[in-house]
């Protein structure tokens, strides 16, 4: 007897009941290449279509027909490369159009004018809402900061595209009446870019129970929280891994806004079908989703007790990608920089700090503006990606600050923390300090080296797992003072993109150097007293 999965068949009459859906039948349509005005009537043939659970290509004629559930209420095209979709909602690419059984759908698609080699903006958790400056910053810093990241890629000859993380905006805020939803973030955020969105689990519906009903808000302004297109020669993957649960949830009253992260069967099942289409495994593959994928780094001479971050799905992802050598993730949510690569080698995650910086702790009101660093030190900011070259480069570029801004140092001998509760690492007349120089890099990842010089001389470096004194002194400590107390949402990490080195001297300037991937070299001169 065939084994019934009752979750899915639960997930998809809940969908065709409060979505109203109907059963399964055919929708049909056609792919053409066009313009938002004209439509040259030529057939587009070979051009892929899913609905989220199938994907079937068209004819020659340009013509498909999908035997479909349509369980999320829509249908989307896969863009080939040199393609993009004819009609753009403000900075989006319009790859999606609502379905139900028996209709008929026109896609259509046009000519990218400059086919170059991709540029990507990654940002991370926005978070924006109507409360102490949000809306304000996005517009004075957030977006001009993106913009010029854009104009920069494309004078290098690139085509470049914006990729959100997931938690544009914040369903705590909305749950409390500050009323910042999704499409006022799309109608602020005018990137001079294709704008690719990802799901987080603050885009949830508070008012909506349920992974999909929760999901539904977003499927009507946003269009899929899974999906795929081709561009530059790169395959992107945009995923939803929060699934959302928010018990008690009814219209007008806000659920307990409860997730876990998991990426679902009917997901894999999807993204089997989705990679097993592409002709030659040699492709880059870029995957976006919200939370991070691989288990945060350790320091040296710690050992990673796992690979995969979190249970249900993470493994299954990783099989299905092990065929492919260049995979990049690019994650969210934690608002904090860990970059991370798999055992073998070909899945390397960028999971980013947020653009919004340190959030607040939203259960320490009253409210305030969120901090310029994160909780482990790194700035507030965004990644930038080059492909123009033999090799993507790659950087993380802070708000406010120069582009080889990539390092802040510190001499022990001039640091101290007194308050135990939050570390007993920094503590005064702590001898394993003395003439230690400590680095924190955020953007280190496995490959790139970081080195120290005193009067010349290289001195040993230790990666380590350590917080960061910078974040401590300035806001850490204030804000225990302040409250009387330590949200855990704000504890400082002990994160392992931190060096240590022992110098000989107690005041003799020490030079700490980084070198990425690509081989580029940023410096920073730490001037000891």
């Known amino acids: 007897m065939m084994k019934i ?40 043939s070979g051009v892929q279509v899913s609905d989220g659970i199938n994907i079937i290509a068209t004819d020659l004629e340009g013509n498909f027909a999908i035997d479909s559930e349509i369980p999320l209420g829509y249908l989307f095209v896969i863009t080939p490369n040199g393609y993009e979709p004819a009609t753009y909602l403000q900075s989006r690419p319009k790859f999606w159009e609502t379905a139900k059984s028996g209709d008929r759908i026109q896609f259509r698609l046009r000519k990218i004018e400059n086919d170059a080699p991709i540029g990507i903006i990654a940002v991370a958790d926005p978070q924006i809402s109507n409360r102490c400056g949000d809306v304000e910053r996005l517009k004075q810093m957030y977006l001009p900061e993106v913009n010029r990241a854009i104009d920069s890629l494309r004078n290098k000859g690139t085509d470049p595209i914006v990729m959100t993380l997931g938690d544009v905006v914040c369903d705590y805020f909305v749950a409390r009446g500050y009323g910042y939803t999704l499409d006022k973030f799309n109608e602020d955020f005018k990137v001079k870019a294709a704008l690719y969105h990802t799901m987080g689990n603050h885009d949830n519906d508070p ?9 539904s808000t977003w499927h009507d302004i946003n269009g899929p929280s899974y999906y795929s297109f081709n561009r530059g020669g790169v395959h992107f993957l945009v995923l939803d891994n929060i699934v959302s649960v928010n018990e008690g949830a009814a219209p007008g009253v806000p659920g307990n806004r409860s997730t876990h992260t998991a990426l679902t069967k009917e997901q894999l099942d ?46 299954e992802l990783g099989e299905l990608l092990k065929d ?85 140092a510190y001499d022990l001998n001039n640091l101290f923390v007194k308050d135990e509760e939050i570390t007993k690492a920094y503590l005064p007349g702590n001898e394993k300090n003395r003439n230690v120089v400590l680095a924190n890099v955020w953007a280190y990842e496995p490959g790139c080296t970081v080195r120290m010089f005193e009067n010349g001389k290289e001195l040993e470096v230790r990666r380590v797992r350590a917080m960061d004194p910078y974040l401590i002194s300035n806001y850490t400590e204030p804000i225990k003072k302040e409250y009387g107390q330590l949200h855990k949402g704000f504890r400082p990490e002990s994160s392992a993109h931190m060096f240590r080195a022992q110098a000989s001297t107690s005041d003799s300037p020490v030079v700490i150097e980084f070198t990425d991937l690509s081989g580029r070299k940023f410096t920073t001169t730490l001037n000891r007293k």
């Not at 055919?26 to 066009?34: A, L, M, N, P, S």
């Not at 129970?209 to 999901?215: H, M, P």
């Not at 001479?301 to 799905?313: C, D, M, P, V, W």
């Open 5 to 44: 999965d009752m979750f899915k068949v639960m997930r998809l009459a809940f969908a065709a009941t409060v979505l109203g859906f109907a059963g399964q039948g055919v929708v049909y349509g056609k792919i053409t290449r066009g313009s938002v005005k004209t439509d040259t009537g030529k057939a587009l």
């Open 207 to 215: 008012f909506k129970s349920g992974d999909i009903y929760g999901a």
């Open 270 to 315: 999807w993204v089997a079908k989705d990679l097993a289409a592409l002709p030659d495994k040699n492709i880059p593959v870029v995957v976006t989703m919200h939370a991070p994928l691989l288990t945060f780094p350790v320091g040296d001479g710690e050992k990673l007790k796992e690979t995969y971050r979190f249970k249900n799905g993470a493994s």
């Open 324 to 408: 492919f050598p260049n995979v990049r993730v690019l994650t969210g949510h934690a608002h904090k920089n860990h970059y991370s690569v798999t055992p073998e080698g070909n899945i390397r995650e960028y999971n980013y700090a947020g653009a919004n910086g340190g959030w607040w702790p939203a259960g320490l009101p009253p409210y305030k503006a969120n901090l310029p660093v994160c909780g482990d030190g790194s700035p507030w900011g965004i990644g930038i990606w080059d492909f123009a070259g033999k090799k993507p480069t790659h950087v993380f570029k802070a708000f406010d600050k120069p582009l080889d801004f990539q390092i802040r």
